[in-house]
């Protein structure tokens, strides 16, 4: 079956950190361009980071540069976020997405066609 | 950054209406737009790219439509299943999403 799991989201506090897992399975992780979005408890859906199928392009949300960083292991079928200096605001349910299209080109940005279910990140004293 | 806002925040309708929603970018994405459905408990759900593709399996009672900073998605003849919310997306610089759309029963 084709799809992606998130894990690793939990409880912790401000100024603390994180390390989110995405897996694949079902399909070829390695020539996709992979994603993190997150939505907060009852509010809208905001991306977060993005890597190329190789890693050579990385792009982050303003809102989690410098503290964010996001990884991928290939030959684990998986995508990683490490977050640090968690903040209130960081408390969402964050997804793992794939890009619709295999490949990647600098400069070039794509519709993501296949979500996982998310895991929900508190940060709370 | 690319702004893009949604009209209207919430909509009631009937099942059997079309329905209209709209986003606009604050300045061109080109046809660089998603829409995406998205149910309670569940992840988001692409619906149509690049403006007015239908991703595979997406029913033809959705629509796409636009292109610059003008888009539209139509739902003719709601059906019960129709009911969630709904979400723009460019992809034109980076990622940016509309604050979302709630079609509730009317």
């Known amino acids: 079956e084709v799809q992606l799991v998130e894990s690793g989201g939990g409880l912790v506090k401000p100024g603390g950190s994180l390390r989110l897992s995405c897996t694949a399975s079902?399909?070829?992780?390695?020539?996709?361009?992979m994603n993190w979005v997150r939505q907060a408890p009852g509010k809208g859906l905001e991306w977060v980071s993005s890597?190329?199928?190789?890693?050579?392009?990385?792009y982050y949300a303003d809102s989690v540069k410098g503290r964010f960083t996001i990884s991928r292991d290939n030959a684990k079928n998986s995508l990683y976020l490490q977050m640090n200096s968690l903040r209130a605001e960081d408390t969402a349910l964050y997804f793992c997405?794939?890009?619709?299209?295999?490949?990647?080109?600098?400069?070039?940005?794509?519709?993501?066609?296949?979500w996982g279910l998310g895991t929900m990140v508190t940060v709370s004293s | 950054d690319i702004q893009m806002t949604q009209s209207p925040s919430t909509l009631s309708a009937s099942v059997g209406d079309r329905v209209t929603i709209t986003c606009r970018a604050s300045?061109?994405?080109?046809?660089?737009l998603a829409w995406y459905q998205q149910k309670p408990g569940e992840a988001p759900k692409l619906l149509i790219y690049?403006?007015?593709y239908l991703d595979r399996g997406v029913p033809s009672r959705f629509s796409g439509s636009g292109s610059g900073t003008d888009f539209t998605l139509t739902i003719y003849s709601l059906q019960p299943d129709d009911f969630a919310t709904y979400y723009c997306?460019?992809?034109?610089?980076?990622?940016?999403f509309g604050q979302g759309t709630k079609v509730e029963i009317k």
């Open positions: 997405a794939r890009d619709i299209t295999p490949g990647a080109v600098a400069g070039i940005y794509d519709a993501f066609d296949l």
């Open positions: 079902g399909f070829n992780f390695n020539v996709y361009p």
């Open positions: 890597m190329s199928d190789s890693g050579s392009y990385i």
């Open positions: 300045q061109s994405v080109g046809s660089q």
């Open positions: 690049t403006a007015t």
């Open positions: 997306q460019q992809y034109n610089t980076y990622w940016t």
